[in-house]
């Protein structure tokens, strides 16, 4: 039986992108004031930053409802076809527990809830290795078991200058930020099952940046089977930088995969302008 992919925008696949492969994509909010946005919907990457240089009250961000979910799944259950839904992991947002109660609704599909226990980049890669997979033939049970190899193996590794979005938004705790505030020392930080943690303190960005990289290919063996991406947040020039500082350290060898991201709106609220991420997988 076919399968239908669908995720949620904190995937940071794009509209474009996602109708080209196929894979729906439900948007989370980000909330100025009264006014709610869809992600990537009703304010693009470039409209979010502008609005954040600008504006005095800084936005907050929302999950979709069930009934986005809903609306999701019913055209792929309308033509048959098996759904498998990959979320932000659901120690970040509660996206998973829309999901599961859009897909209580449809009692003659089968609707599998999967919990990246990712977010951005690593959720993205998820959603499109079970898209590969759905459109090769493969049904919701070999996908779910390449998703359990997927959310294994990555691994994220990221700098953000500005510690106060991530507090503010409750992604890390205010005792860990002051203690990076007082001391000076810059985080390297990390998602370990699913939650934001602290990885390494160092003293400086740049020192930050090279923990980053070192952490990013301690967690690939074999350079020519690994894939990595980075990601930023309105820092492309920085995220060139790491991705060039990635390609010496290859000395040559060419990884499977080697890309730049840019997060989106939603995203970005919560780790502020200015950051730097690598995911890594094998």
Known sequence: MAVGIVTDSTSDIEPQLAARLGITVVPLFVIW??????DYIDLSRREFYERLASERELPKTSQPSPQMFE????????????????????????????????????????????????????????????NDLARSGAGSDRILEALEIERRAQRLYACIPDLSHVVRTGRIGKAQAAIGTLMKIVPVISLRDGEVVAEAQ??????????????????????????????????????????????????????????VLEAGPVIATHGGPGAVGVFSAQ
């Open 71 to 130: 609306e999701a799944f019913e055209p792929l259950a309308g033509a048959g076809q098996e759904i498998v839904c990959i979320t932000i992991s659901s120690k970040l947002s509660g996206t998973i527990n829309a999901a599961r109660a859009a897909a209580a609704q449809f009692e003659g599909t089968r609707i599998t809830i999967f919990d990246s226990l990712s977010v951005a980049g690593g959720l993205g890669m998820q959603a499109r290795i079970a």
């Open 202 to 259: 160092v003293r400086t960005f740049a020192r930050a940046e090279e923990t980053m990289i070192e952490l990013a290919l301690k967690n690939v063996r074999d350079v020519t089977e690994g894939r990595f991406l980075v990601m930023h947040t309105n820092a492309p020039a920085l995220a060139e930088k790491v991705r060039e500082r990635l390609e010496r350290r290859f000395a040559g060898v060419k990884p499977k995969v080697l890309d």
């Open 33 to 38: 004031g009264e006014r709610s946005y869809r």
